[in-house]
């Protein structure tokens, strides 16, 4: 008959099964608690379109691949959907340029007819100046370009 030694490892390995077990309703508890979002800033008119946005949190941009990107939804109330040819978000003093915007996917909107989504293209640093720039390109190639001031609570 085999004999075990009375380690420490074999006095306490159930242990370990036991907390792997109890993890997973740890991680569903995190999971169904709902995320709070910042409220939704006011609705300006972009060409023919209500444009409604919201942040999706407070903090400061991302690095995401070789850009810095903020998080935005973005509602459109009035208008369809449907008529916009092309959407971006960007961040700065002046909205980046349509041409600069079509060479990269980072910036577009994207998403449903009920909500639009959006890595919007932002420096590293906001500055008093900066605004969030809307930019809708319809069908029938006109631009049409919106903005809102930076909350206070985001400058440094």
Not at 11 to 24: D, E, M, T, V
Not at 93 to 115: C, F, M, R, T
Request: aromatic content about 12%; hydrophobic content about 40%.
């Amino acid at each position: 008959m085999a004999r075990r030694k009375n380690t420490f490892w074999n006095r306490n390995k159930f242990k370990l099964s036991g907390l792997i077990l109890i993890l997973p309703i740890y991680f569903l508890y995190e999971q169904l608690q709902p995320p709070v979002f910042p409220d939704a800033w006011e609705e300006k008119s972009v060409g023919p379109f209500e444009v409604a946005i919201q942040p999706l949190n407070n903090d400061a941009p991302y690095a995401h691949h070789d850009d810095w990107v903020k998080d935005f939804a973005a509602y459109v109330n009035d208008g369809e959907v449907s008529n916009i040819r092309q959407g971006y978000v960007s961040i700065g003093e002046e909205p980046v340029a349509l041409e600069a915007l079509q060479k990269d996917d980072v910036g577009i909107l994207h998403g449903s007819e009920l909500l639009q989504h959006v890595h919007a293209i932002a420096p590293q640093q906001y500055q008093p100046e900066h605004r969030v720039w809307v930019t809708l390109q319809t069908w029938d190639g006109n631009v049409h370009k919106a903005s809102w001031q930076l909350p206070g609570n985001w400058l440094k």
